[in-house]
């Protein structure tokens, strides 16, 4: 459990100068896990934040966030296990979405999603391991954001070397229906009957390693890439490609951890204006430093850091914001 206090420089996102607002906030992390001594193994996961701002910027109250994760797996006898995940969130937040109309804005975002991913894994020789997955989603939007379905396949290859070590490479591919949002043509125009689906393929590659036996020394590094096609004239079409860095420090005392990322959203159609005005990209780097120190058994305070900012050809995209909190958290 913990809690703090923070400020927050832009919390609308705003493209010029944003309103600011100091905030306190409360979150919970649970972490239930069964040792799989009879071949059956069990975790449930539940992460939760509340931000509660003085100032209400722009009408807002504050900021919710909710993620739970229950998984059940099966060992076999032999290199084979299978499970079954089941994920919830709730979010309530501003973020940047594509909208309907209007390319990339800045709004508060409801919703709620719920999924389940199937999986089957197999060991290898030699610390490799393959894994298959076929996930499901349902996700429940309010407006001006669009509710939708998403299922497709996704193959996973590892290998673990060491301690809590190990590179994982994963691509899939997945489907993505809306329910009332229109495909488009090429200038952006409704396509009248034709309701928006998307074609999504994903890789990822992840590369976690620890540098010593106590493991006080870690990396995660991330490299992504997504392409997305519409059903339409590709309005909606688009390219990601992220990368990100990860350095912790951890002692009995001491936990410190600083990440820094990029990514690069480019719209090969859509375009910022009535054509031929330029095509769409955004432009996002990331920065988040974070210490934390026991002062007492379970007791400990931290500070935190958060910077973000959007660059893109769209005036009505770009923001950006500073964002600070410290505080108390309690282990039990």
């Not at 998984?71 to 979405?97: H, I």
């Amino acid at each position: 459990m913990r809690t703090g206090v923070g400020y927050k420089d832009n919390v609308l996102l705003s493209p010029g100068s944003g309103e600011g607002s100091g905030f306190v906030t409360t979150g919970l992390d649970l972490t239930l896990f069964r040792l799989p001594l009879d071949g059956w193994e069990f975790s449930l996961i539940l992460l939760g934040d509340d931000i509660r701002y003085f100032r209400k910027p722009g009408g807002l109250s504050g900021e919710d966030l909710l993620v739970g994760s229950a998984q059940l797996q099966r060992y076999f006898r032999g290199e084979w296990r299978a499970g079954l995940e089941v994920r919830y969130s709730y979010v309530d937040q501003v973020l940047q979405e594509l909208l309907s109309a209007g390319g990339v804005q800045a709004i508060e975002a409801k919703g709620n999603t719920l999924g389940t991913r199937p999986f089957v894994r197999r060991e290898l020789a030699t610390n490799w391991w393959v894994q298959l997955e076929a996930p499901l989603a349902r996700d429940w939007w309010q407006a001006p954001l669009d509710a939708t379905w998403k299922w497709g396949g996704q193959a996973v290859l590892g290998l673990s070397y060491g301690a809590h070590s190990q590179i994982v490479l994963e691509g899939g591919a997945f489907y993505i229906p809306h329910d009332e949002w229109l495909a488009r043509d090429v200038a952006g125009n409704e396509l009248p009957g034709k309701r928006l689906a998307l074609w999504r393929e994903v890789a990822e590659l992840k590369w976690d390693h620890h540098f010593d036996a106590k493991n006080r020394w870690s990396t995660a590094t991330r490299l992504g890439f997504t392409h997305s096609r519409d059903n339409g004239g590709g309005f909606y079409d688009s390219y990601r490609y992220s990368v990100s860095q990860e350095l912790r420090f951890l002692t009995p005392n001491w936990e410190m951890k600083g990440s820094a990322g990029f990514s690069y959203y480019q719209f090969p159609v859509q375009t910022i204006a009535t054509p031929p005005a330029p095509t769409l990209h955004l432009a996002t780097v990331h920065f988040n430093l974070r210490v934390e120190r026991r002062i007492y058994k379970s007791l400990r305070c931290f500070g935190a850091y958060e910077y973000e900012q959007t660059d893109s050809d769209d005036p009505a995209s770009r923001y950006a914001y500073h964002m600070g909190t410290s505080g108390v958290s309690w282990e039990f």
